[in-house]
């Protein structure tokens, strides 16, 4: 419930203070006072829209504070949790405007973004009109204000679980069938490759391990000469020659040399050992290279062969086998890819079938609402001296989306046998206003916490239509919170708190000024209204004639 409005240099009100209550409060005044005023600061608290230019000329800002009762379990509260912003059982909303278009808000003395304040405000006010800016008139509105009075919430969010969830297995199915077109496009290239792969079955490292040999037995004709040089150098026409010719002529010295010799004839003979193992391992070498002369050429095919297929690929030899990996599970893929896409399209085929069905109790529960608001209408449009009117909720046939396969409209034939149309294009001025009004009856019978405005709905009707409007709202405002701006006596007179709204000039200046209007001063406004700017006794009588027939 809206409890406090202080409204501060905005547009020609320059200071305003007003403490709202339950029930219907009706707002009254001569066309131009500022009625609308009102209405547009309490938009600007509420982060809605509007015109730009609130701030009063020569001031250096405009500012308007909106303070609210609320429930424990006023759904303000759940945006308050969600914004990380203190909650407490008055709400504060500040706002601040200057002259250069900046904004600044604050919600319990914290800033806030104007979208935390437009969340909110779905939650504390609903605003109403024969322009209905707030979406009555608006398809596209209809079918989640339907679903709202059918209570569809739960339906609703198995039915956005199991769109997301069709949406996922058609994707998933659309990508399979995108890879295995692409794999099958490839596939005379994977089984090449993988056949050319397996035949070569190359290994880590080996291209480094068949250089090596390579350059080694490149080098072997060369290798054999020096070989051959060394061999004989060590022979008996060389080394092992002249240490036998030595060893014989020290052995004949050693007799005499009483021990002098033992030392080196040792020595001498360790070394002929150590020469005859270099002669013994120059041997097994050189007999290696002499055991395949076709070795050096298996292994440059081998070498060429797999550095040529390291080329054909773009990867490095040592990345020749992780690539046939690769293709090999491509080549998997696309052999299971049929078996893949078949168990892909079952569960997408269960996902539409899951969807089809939730859908399908969506449009029944739809329709139930649809034949219950219809009746509830039929009910709220008699009392408002519309009881020959027709309203009619129609569901049809829409695009599949997460919210299901309706589209809903509201529609309506003010005269049995015409035919049915928007409200907005068949119903006039006055039959507007009290479509809106059996709407916003029958749409919000079971909200909570939330003032609803009412501006100039009842425009275009007078008399016992009038009358008949002013108690639907009175009805509506019990245990609630109404506003309604008026220019209806009859209206005026059913409301439980009345405010005026006037202009006042001071030293050349015009401001806006809102009055809590007492017994006597509510029938001297409620006469103005019947008689118009001369008030009479005869005025002051029917006022007084008006209200108390309210009473009674």
Request: net charge negative.
């Amino acid at each position: 419930m809206l409890l406090h409005l202080d409204i501060r240099d905005m547009l020609i009100i320059d200071r305003l203070e007003l403490a709202f209550q339950p029930g219907l409060n009706v707002l009254t005044g001569e066309t131009g006072a500022g009625k609308s005023i009102l209405l547009d600061a309490l938009g600007f608290a509420l982060g809605w829209r509007g015109r730009a230019d609130l701030v009063r000329a020569g001031a250096a800002q405009g500012e308007v504070v909106a303070t609210f009762a609320l429930d424990p379990d006023h759904g303000a509260l759940a945006v308050l949790a969600e914004a990380g912003l203190p909650a407490s059982p008055e709400l504060i909303l500040r706002r601040v405007n200057m002259p250069d278009g900046r904004k600044m808000a604050w919600i319990n003395d914290r800033r806030a973004s104007g979208d935390v304040l437009r969340a909110l405000s779905d939650t504390l006010v609903e605003l109403h009109g024969q322009q209905d800016d707030r979406g009555l008139l608006d398809p596209r509105q209809h079918r989640a204000m339907l679903d709202d009075f059918g209570g569809h919430a739960a339906m609703l969010a198995a039915m956005r679980t199991s769109w997301s969830a069709h949406r996922a297995a058609q994707k998933a199915l659309t990508s399979a069938q995108a890879d295995l077109a692409r794999m099958q496009a490839e596939e005379d290239f994977l089984r090449h490759a993988v056949a050319e792969l397996d035949q070569l079955d190359p290994q880590q490292g080996e291209e480094a391990t068949l250089d090596a040999s390579r350059r080694l037995m490149q080098s072997a004709a060369k290798m054999r000469e020096d070989l051959a040089r060394a061999d004989a150098a060590l022979g008996v026409q060389g080394a092992e020659g002249m240490m036998a010719d030595a060893r014989r002529w020290l052995d004949g010295l050693a007799g005499r040399a009483e021990g002098g010799l033992d030392e080196a004839l040792g020595a001498l003979e360790r070394a002929m050992v150590e020469l005859g193992m270099a002669q013994d391992a120059l041997a097994r070498f050189a007999e290696a290279l002499d055991l395949d002369p076709f070795a050096l050429e298996r292994t440059e095919e081998r070498l060429f062969a797999l550095r040529g297929l390291a080329r054909k690929h773009g990867v490095g030899p040592d990345d020749l086998a992780s690539l046939a990996d690769e293709l090999r599970g491509r080549l998997a893929a696309l052999d299971g890819g049929t078996d893949q896409i078949a168990r892909l399209s079952a569960a997408e085929t269960m996902a539409a079938k899951d969807y089809a069905e939730m859908a399908a109790k969506l449009t029944a529960a739809r329709r139930a609402a649809a034949a219950k608001l219809d009746a509830a209408m039929a009910g709220e449009l008699a009392p408002l001296k519309m009881e020959r009117a027709v309203f009619t909720t129609e569901i049809a046939p829409a695009t599949p989306g997460p919210e299901g396969v309706d589209q809903v409209t509201f529609v309506a034939a003010t005269n049995p046998g015409a035919p049915a149309g928007p409200l907005n294009k068949i119903a006039s001025g006055g039959e507007l206003s009290r479509f809106l009004l059996a709407l916003k009856v029958c749409l919000t019978a079971q909200t909570r916490g939330i003032t609803m405005i009412f501006d100039e709905i009842d425009r275009g009707v007078g008399g016992a239509t009038a009358d008949a409007v002013g108690r639907r709202l009175k009805a509506l405002a019990e245990g609630a919170q109404v506003l309604v701006v008026t220019h209806s006596p009859q209206v005026a007179a059913l409301g439980a708190h009345h405010w005026q709204v006037a202009k006042r000039v001071t030293d050349g200046v015009t401001f806006s000024h809102v009055s809590a209007l007492n017994p006597d001063q509510r029938i001297d406004e409620v006469a103005r209204m019947l008689a118009g700017e001369r008030i009479t006794d005869a005025a002051r009588d029917a006022a007084r004639a008006l209200i108390g027939a309210v009473q009674g």
